[in-house]
């Protein structure tokens, strides 16, 4: 038995025209996965799955919390995520393939799928693109380690919080004046 064997859904089996599963994901899933942007977490996924026509929508909800690294210090970090939106669409064919979006096709023979992997690209998906800890939960040694080589321009609030000030603004600002001044040639 495989270690994600638990997360097959057998579509071909399906006696109703629907069915929920309930998986509850921890660390060991999360190390497992071999995938280094979340290592450990607690997430409740429900995944429904209703027979349409000639193929089945699988729809995921996620709920809980995953741990990784604050963008800021690099320490680990404790990020709520919520999802409700996510959904495929499986259909049966001759080979496994990834069609647009989100189709996808499996063998008719197997029969079943195991959604693991989707699983976790829809909690990757749920995390911020930025995550920082709130203020003043950062690690205090690197974040004066980074004060003392960021040059910060208190006049431009922008640039405070990323850091960009003195040569690299005025890279910015001539960049977004070139483009201006070729728009109008």
């Known amino acids: ?32 996965i071999d995938s280094p942007e ?6 409740k996924v429900t995944v429904t799955v209703k027979k349409v026509s000639a193929a089945f929508e699988l729809n995921f909800q996620t709920k ?7 963008d800021r210090c690099l320490d680990e970090m404790e990020q709520q995520v919520e999802s409700s939106n996510d959904k495929l669409v499986v259909k049966f064919g001759r080979e496994y393939a ?25 909690i990757v998906l749920a995390i911020p693109m930025r995550h920082v800890h709130l203020p003043g ?17 208190d006049n431009e609030e922008d640039n405070k919080e990323v850091g960009l000030s003195g040569e690299t603004g005025d890279i910015v600002e001539d960049i977004d004046i070139g483009l201006e001044d070729t728009e109008s040639e």
């Open 64 to 70: 809980g919390v995953v741990w990784i690294s604050c």
């Open 137 to 153: 939960k950062c690690n205090k040694t690197i974040t004066s380690k980074l004060q003392k080589h960021l040059k910060i321009n």
């Open 1 to 32: 038995m495989g270690k994600f064997d638990a997360y097959k859904i057998d579509l071909k089996g399906m006696q109703a025209n629907s069915a929920v599963y309930e998986f509850l994901l921890d660390s060991f899933f999360f190390t497992h």
């Open 98 to 122: 990834e069609e647009s979006g989100n189709l996808i096709i499996i063998p008719e023979k197997e029969g079943s799928i195991n959604v693991a992997w989707f699983i976790y690209e829809f």
């Open 38 to 43: 979340i290592q450990k977490g607690k997430v």
